[in-house]
């Protein structure tokens, strides 16, 4: 079965390719495939092919064998590539699970292996977490965090003075061992990392102190992150270089950065939208009034006009002044949720105005209803001078008078039978 694959167009190179751009090629397809990345249930079996056209065509004896005999192992099919006996006889600690696992396909043992092998740093993910106000202006933050960087005392080389890196010897650079042997099934091809460089392919022979000949180590890292305006939670924006140094001088992984915006105590935010409640008076609700609101960008105040006769739970909308559009100009808006409330603090004299106003309106006639509806507790049937009465008599003490609103008298029917009013 190993004789009908074709490592060259497993890899995706031409036969003529030069040892770099075999290994390019095997990086690349390998980190497409790797168990770790791709969950297709194929992935894992592809991986191991691509691993398995790599350790030979990567191997000088090898692709000379395959390229001649379409084997690796040269024209008896067996032993001729190898230098070493204990490849294939046991030295590797081949067992039954490894061949079941290169033919079905089996429970893992090769993407395990195989992960160790990995050389190229790791990408990193962290998150960042800005409050609403960070989100509106744009912020410049300061992510902490540790990571494996290169050695600054090697170079990454991972080899200390006088020191050098060589080709693994028993895999000669593959970091693979390959298995083939004649059963009465046919020609069997088990393989296994290295158990020498542990897949990687190289040794050191005077490793640096400070690393032990891995070429990087694991630092406090310090990055700025600029979060643009009007930024959303789940929005990544990747740092090159900022995530895992590989292996003794191998590519460095990315920092991706994803960043999750706070919620705010005072505002909703909706796509660009900002809700947030507005408190109002409801005799300033029956005839209008503005209320400022403190903005979500600093030092903003947003003016919220309430229209007269003004609702509870009616939303009032200022145009853009929610938050900004990210990488585009204009802002949402702020909407404010209107909350109504009745006045307790009302002198004597504005109280008795008030009653006057609901005694009137209970002696129109026309909306008798409408009128005892809005006072409760003896109100609006009792007049002026029972409320006067009322109030005096539980020695009731004005807190903080309401000025303009109580002189006002509101056109008849604002108090009621204004839904088609809003806005
Ligand atoms: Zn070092
Ligand atoms: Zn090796």
Redesign the pocket.
Known sequence: MADSKDYYEILGVPRDADTDTIRRAFRRKAATLHPDVNKAPDAEEKFKEVNEAYAVLSDEQKRANYDRYGTPDGPAGFGGGYGDVSDIFGGGGFGIDDIFDTFFGGGGRGGQSARRARTRGRDMGIRLTVSLEEAAAGATKTLRYDRLAT?E??GGS?TADGGGVKTCPRCHGSGRVVEVRRTVLGQMQTESECPQCHGTGQVVDKP?P??HGE?RRRVHEEVQVNVPAGVSSGWTTTLGGKGEAGLRGDATGDLVVSVEVEQHERFERRGDDLYCRVTVDALAAIVGTTVSVRGILDGETVAVPIPAGCQFGQEVRVERRGMPHMGRIGRGDLVALVEVTVPTDLTQKQLLEVAGIVAERSLDGDAPADASDDVKAGGASTGKDEAAEHFAGEGWVPKNPFKDAGRKKPTRGTGRSNKGRRR
């Open positions: 050695c005392t090697c991972g640096c400070d690393c070429g």
